[in-house]
Structure formats: C-alpha cells, structure tokens
C-alpha cells in the first residue's frame, strides 16, 4: 500500500505531498492540470526510465518520495539479499532524478542500484494503463491467471497438479544430466575421469581431518610466541607458587593467624575454611602453570613441520572449499560422480530405463494438467464474458488457446512431434481475444488496445477472484484512465468494479469521469494555478463538500450548476442539499400559489 506521495520540481509541480489511504484513490483534475504527473511520479518509483525534460525548467534536479506499506515476507527477503535489513513495516523508497542525467536511488536512506528498484516494484505497485507497463500480454502471466483461478475453483488439487508437473521436470532433469554425463563421448568422459581421479587423490592423499586447520593455527601461534608466553608463565609460577612471598604462603601464614584469633572471635572460624580453600586453588593453579611452562619451548622443526602442513591445507582449501569439512564433501561428490563415469553398461541401461520412466511421469502429469487447465478456461472465458460486457466491452470475447511448441532435439513428443516442455506444463497459454462481432479472436498483444488491456486486466483481476491485496504479491494497483471511450452506466460499472477490487487492498485510478470518481473511497484532485506568469500544480485529498463541487465541475463543466451540484450529490449517494437564501424563498412562493 502507497501511504505517502511527495513530489519536487518534476515538470510543473514545483513541490507537492499527498496522502494515499486503503480502498479506491480517485485522481481528478482539469485537462492539463498535470493528473498524469501523478503517474510519472509512480511510475519513477517503480523504476520507470528518467528524463531530464521531466525536471521543473528552473530546478537542476527533480526527486520523489513514496511511504509505502509492502505485504508478505518476500520483499524483506529480497532487500535481505542486498544487505538491508528493514525491520519496520514501512519502506520509504526515494528517488532523485539530475539534470546532468545523474540518478539516485535510496530505500530506507540506503544508496541501492535502479536495478533493486525495479526488482521490488512488483511488491509496492504496479501501473496499468500502457501496453509496455501492463504486461498482461506476456505468456507466463496469462497461465498464472489462469492457475490462480484454478486454485480458487479446486484449491488443494489444483496446487499438487501444478506441483507434480514440476517435481516430474526436476526428477528428469537430474537423471537427464547423469546418462549424458556416462554416455559423453570417450574422450570427453575420460578426460572427465582424470580430473576427478586427480582431485580424489589429491584430497585422499592429504589426509585431511575436518576442523584441523583451526587446531593447527593455535599451535602456530603458541610456538612463534612460546619465549613471550613462557615468560608469562614463570612469572605466574613464581607469584603463585614458588617464590618465598608467593600467594600460597602468604594464604598459609594468614590461615594461621586467623586461627589464632578464632579462639577469641567465632566469626573468625568460617574465615579459616575459607582461606584454606583459597590456598588450595592457588597451589592447584600455580602446578597447572607451572605445567604449562614447562612444555612449551620454542621448536623451530615443529613449527616448520605445522607451516608445511598449513600449506598443503591451504592449497586445497583455495581449490576445492573453504574448509577442511568442505573440501571432504567435495571429495565424496568428485567418487560418486567417478562411479558413474566407470559404470558400466548395465548401469547405463538401468539409468536410460529411469530416465524414460520419469519423462513418462512427467508426460502423464503434465496431460492431466492441460486438461484441468481447459475446465478452467471454459470457467474463465464464461467470468469474462460477463465482466467484460460491465465494462463497455460487450461485444468482445476472451478465449483461452494452448499451444505446444515444436524443438527437434526435445525427447518429449506429442501426436509424434517433439516439443518443448517446462516446469509449468508441456503447453504454453494463450489468451485470445476480439473486440469486435465477427472478428475471430487472436493475441491479446496484437489486437488489444492499451484501454482494452487496461479493463481486460480489470475484469481478469475480478473473474479470477483476485483482490488488490492478492494481485501482483500486494503492490498498489495503479490504473491510468482505463475509462477511455466510455461513459454513463459504463462508466459506473468500472467505478464500482474498482472500488470492488480495492474492497481487501488500494486501487488507484486517474479518471477523467464524474461517475468513476464518485466510487472513491479518498478523492484527490490535481490543480493547476498561473501566478506572476508561472504555472504550478497543486495535488490534494479533497473533503467531502469539495468533492460535490469536483464531480459537479466535470459534470457540468467550467460552469457549476446547482443542477450540476444536485447530480453530484446523488452520485456520492449524498442527501440533498437544504434550501436557503432565495432558491428557498422562491420554492415557498410556488407553494403558496
């Protein structure tokens, strides 16, 4: 959800805040107020190319500002992987657009690249509107509609069909890549060989144990120190132990007194056993020391003898892991890998059969697949027929098409052919359609309008049960007059179909039309004022006796009405307004006569 839009010195907004709330946000203006200003702010955000001629002619910088409120993990998770940890539920994004071309980027205060911003998009908005922002034209997208409707009609048995076809293709890929690796040519497997005997030997003949390196750079250390450490040591001893004045006699001989005076004082009594006990520890760690100095002595061989073996440690580590545990891992992969490379025919006989057993499996959930697929479709096509007929598309029909694309050197064949196949099915969806009777339905990318594919993405969100809070893993919805062309009870429909949409999320729409404005659950109007010969725009959320005046000024035109302001009111579903002043005076003197 978009919580907060600022604005600075972008074309002739010279500086501009707006608050965004949950539901329909309506975007109105005049015509060249600069309502798509609004847009190009969004769209900036969402990583959208800059240009210097969107910068204010007296500024040398132009920089927007968004609050935005992500749901889900997914995008903490990616910002994760860039090493920003955001541990509130906002994320302010920031972007700063110079003049010499220069951009910035910054989320949360963090410099990121324009790269991560167009990675998060998707999880703060999305912008429809154009065909190039809309995207609905893209293959993967029309089959994840058509999925997502699946899961809403069949729930549970829909995701494990979806899920079967892509652990099938992951099972096959992986046998796949272990025949070709034992059925290479000769010469190929056999310099493959050699290289993995190499490293095994390599690895075995070091004898490695795993964690050594960690004791070994202790004992290095201790022996190119043992005269510092040795002299720490005897001095420990002496004070401890071994000197006359040591710790331990001077703990003896106060012992004593204080058994002295044990026989005048009781307190005293318990100070004994205490000493006692101190003497004793000091005794024990005075031996232990001593212990320790006596074994250590510098010992240039030893030492020697610790460098080479580091050596050798370190030579496998910079080839085959960063640590001793790892590069012994990779010694048991390189002997298994060496098992399928020796194997023998037998064993590549038994590989091929497990290979064609699971390109079957996967042949045989992919069919199943397609064919769920085409019950949704029939489901969809009915939805949008529907839904599109709401939105002053009547006479226009969506179909859903599957196509198997032919590859020669693709194992999988259907009908006798060989064709691709994925993670996501054998055949690829298409969406086809036809605005007109008559015409015969083809891509969506060749016949759709961009209006068209504004209100088809519209009722596809609706037929599919979607919400804003589900579309587009959560991002706000962003529609640039999808209401071009139409108008009355038309209109209304695309109204209260995103007002629909924004029900469980935030729909926001830049209209044009009285009667979509009047289903916003927060109105935002865009206001172009000229003062001392400069033009600025103004954008503000206007209150509910504003918005009347708004709707009755795109009712009615540059002249507002009280007709015009009684339609408004009854488009807002307002009471009518009281009479006073004359109107009233007047309306007593028709009753009176």
Same mark, same amino acid.
């Given at each position: 959800?978009?919580?907060?839009?600022?604005?600075?010195?972008?074309?002739?907004?010279?500086?501009?805040?707006?608050?965004?709330?949950?539901?329909?946000?309506?975007?109105?203006?005049?015509?060249?107020?600069?309502?798509?200003?609004?847009?190009?702010?969004?769209?900036?955000?969402?990583?959208?190319?800059?240009?210097?001629?969107?910068?204010?002619?007296?500024?040398?910088?132009?920089?927007?500002?968004?609050?935005?409120?992500?749901?889900?993990?997914?995008?903490?998770?990616?910002?994760?992987?860039?090493?920003?940890?955001?541990?509130?539920?906002?994320?302010?994004?920031?972007?700063?657009?110079?003049?010499?071309?220069?951009?910035?980027?910054?989320?949360?205060?963090?410099?990121?690249?324009?790269?991560?911003?167009?990675?998060?998009?998707?999880?703060?908005?999305?912008?429809?509107?154009?065909?190039?922002?809309?995207?609905?034209?893209?293959?993967?997208?029309?089959?994840?509609?058509?999925?997502?409707?699946?899961?809403?009609?069949?729930?549970?048995?829909?995701?494990?069909?979806?899920?079967?076809?892509?652990?099938?293709?992951?099972?096959?890929?992986?046998?796949?890549?272990?025949?070709?690796?034992?059925?290479?040519?000769?010469?190929?497997?056999?310099?493959?060989?050699?290289?993995?005997? %190499?490293?095994?030997?390599?690895?075995?003949?070091?004898?490695?144990?795993?964690?050594?390196?960690?004791?070994?750079?202790?004992?290095?250390?201790?022996?190119?120190?043992?005269?510092?450490?040795?002299?720490?040591?005897?001095?420990?001893?002496?004070?401890?132990?071994?000197?006359?004045?040591?710790?331990?006699?001077?703990?003896?001989?106060?012992?004593?007194?204080?058994?002295?005076?044990?026989?005048?004082?009781?307190?005293?009594?318990?100070?004994?056993?205490?000493?006692?006990?101190?003497?004793?520890?000091?005794?024990?760690?005075?031996?232990?020391?001593?212990?320790?100095?006596?074994?250590?002595?510098?010992?240039?061989?030893?030492?020697?003898?610790?460098?080479?073996?580091?050596?050798?440690?370190?030579?496998?580590?910079?080839?085959?892991?960063?640590?001793?545990?790892?590069?012994?891992?990779?010694?048991?992969?390189?002997?298994?890998?060496?098992?399928? +490379?020796?194997?023998?025919?037998?064993?590549?006989?038994?590989?091929?059969?497990?290979?064609?057993?699971?390109?079957?499996? %996967?042949?045989?959930?992919?069919?199943?697949?397609?064919?769920?697929?085409?019950?949704?479709?029939?489901?969809?096509?009915?939805?949008?027929?529907?839904?599109?007929?709401?939105?002053?598309?009547?006479?226009?029909?969506?179909?859903?098409?599957?196509?198997?694309?032919?590859?020669?050197?693709?194992?999988?064949?259907?009908?006798?052919?060989?064709?691709?196949?994925?993670?996501?099915?054998?055949?690829?969806?298409?969406?086809?359609?036809?605005?007109?009777?008559?015409?015969?339905?083809?891509?969506?990318?060749?016949?759709?309008?961009?209006?068209?594919?504004?209100?088809? %993405?519209?009722?596809?969100?609706?037929?599919?049960?979607?919400?804003?809070?589900?579309?587009?893993?959560?991002?706000?919805?962003?529609?640039?007059?999808?209401?071009?062309?139409?108008?009355?009870?038309?209109?209304?429909?695309?109204?209260?179909?995103?007002?629909?949409?924004?029900?469980?999320?935030?729909?926001?729409?830049?209209?044009?039309?009285?009667?979509?404005?009047?289903?916003?659950?927060?109105?935002?109007?865009?206001?172009?004022?000229?003062?001392?010969?400069?033009?600025?725009?103004?954008?503000?959320?206007?209150?509910?006796?504003?918005?009347?005046?708004?709707?009755?000024?795109?009712?009615?035109?540059?002249?507002?009405?009280?007709?015009?302001?009684?339609?408004?009111?009854? +488009?807002?579903?307002?009471?009518?307004?009281?009479?006073?002043?004359?109107?009233?005076?007047?309306?007593?003197?028709?009753?009176?006569?």
């Amino acid at each position: 959800m978009l919580r907060h839009l600022h604005t600075k010195n972008l074309a002739v907004i010279e500086e501009a805040s707006v608050d965004f709330g949950p539901g329909l946000n309506v975007v109105t203006g005049e015509t060249g107020a600069g309502k798509s200003l609004v847009v190009d702010s969004l769209a900036l955000l969402a990583g959208a190319r800059a240009s210097a001629d969107l910068i204010r002619s007296d500024a040398e910088g132009l920089s927007v500002t968004g609050v935005f409120e992500p749901v889900g993990t997914d995008w903490r998770e990616l910002l994760g992987e860039a090493g920003i940890e955001c541990q509130d539920t906002e994320l302010v994004v920031r972007r700063e657009v110079a003049r010499s071309g220069r951009n910035r980027v910054f989320l949360d205060d963090h410099p990121v690249t324009l790269r991560l911003l167009s990675q998060l998009s998707p999880y703060l908005l999305r912008i429809h509107g154009q065909r190039e922002e809309l995207g609905l034209v893209a293959p993967d997208l029309q089959r994840a509609w058509l999925d997502r409707l699946g899961l809403e009609l069949e729930g549970e048995a829909a995701q494990h069909q979806i899920d079967a076809v892509a652990a099938a293709y992951a099972q096959y890929q992986e046998l796949a890549r272990r025949l070709s690796r034992m059925t290479t040519d000769d010469r190929s497997r056999q310099e493959r060989v050699d290289l993995l005997r %190499y490293q095994a030997a390599e690895i075995a003949g070091a004898g490695l144990s795993a964690g050594e390196e960690d004791e070994l750079h202790v004992q290095r250390g201790v022996l190119r120190h043992a005269e510092q450490i040795g002299d720490v040591l005897s001095l420990g001893t002496q004070s401890l132990l071994e000197s006359e004045n040591s710790i331990a006699s001077q703990l003896a001989r106060l012992k004593a007194a204080v058994e002295r005076i044990a026989k005048i004082d009781p307190v005293a009594v318990e100070w004994v056993g205490e000493l006692e006990e101190l003497r004793i520890r000091a005794e024990d760690l005075g031996t232990t020391v001593r212990s320790r100095r006596d074994s250590i002595e510098a010992d240039p061989a030893k030492l020697n003898g610790i460098e080479d073996r580091l050596a050798v440690i370190e030579r496998l580590l910079r080839k085959y892991g960063l640590n001793t545990a790892a590069v012994l891992e990779h010694e048991q992969t390189v002997r298994e890998e060496l098992l399928e +490379l020796e194997g023998n025919d037998e064993q590549i006989q038994e590989l091929e059969d497990q290979v064609k057993t699971s390109l079957d499996q %996967y042949a045989t959930a992919a069919r199943r697949l397609t064919a769920s697929r085409k019950v949704w479709s029939n489901e969809l096509t009915q939805r949008m027929h529907r839904e599109l007929g709401e939105l002053a598309l009547p006479s226009a029909t969506l179909e859903v098409a599957f196509e198997t694309r032919p590859r020669e050197d693709s194992p999988l064949k259907i009908d006798g052919a060989s064709v691709e196949f994925h993670p996501w099915g054998q055949e690829a969806v298409v969406f086809l359609f036809s605005s007109n009777p008559g015409e015969s339905p083809r891509p969506l990318a060749k016949v759709a309008s961009g209006g068209e594919l504004s209100r088809l %993405y519209l009722a596809l969100q609706l037929a599919s049960g979607a919400s804003a809070a589900s579309a587009q893993s959560g991002g706000a919805l962003v529609f640039d007059e999808i209401d071009t062309g139409v108008g009355g009870a038309e209109a209304a429909a695309i109204g209260a179909k995103m007002q629909s949409l924004g029900a469980s999320g935030q729909v926001l729409a830049v209209t044009h039309l009285p009667q979509v404005a009047s289903f916003g659950d927060r109105h935002v109007r865009v206001e172009k004022q000229v003062s001392k010969g400069s033009t600025k725009t103004a954008v503000r959320v206007l209150d509910m006796s504003e918005r009347v005046e708004e709707l009755a000024r795109m009712l009615g035109g540059a002249e507002i009405t009280e007709v015009t302001r009684q339609h408004a009111r009854e +488009l807002l579903g307002l009471p009518d307004a009281p009479p006073s002043g004359d109107a009233a005076e007047r309306r007593g003197l028709r009753s009176v006569q």
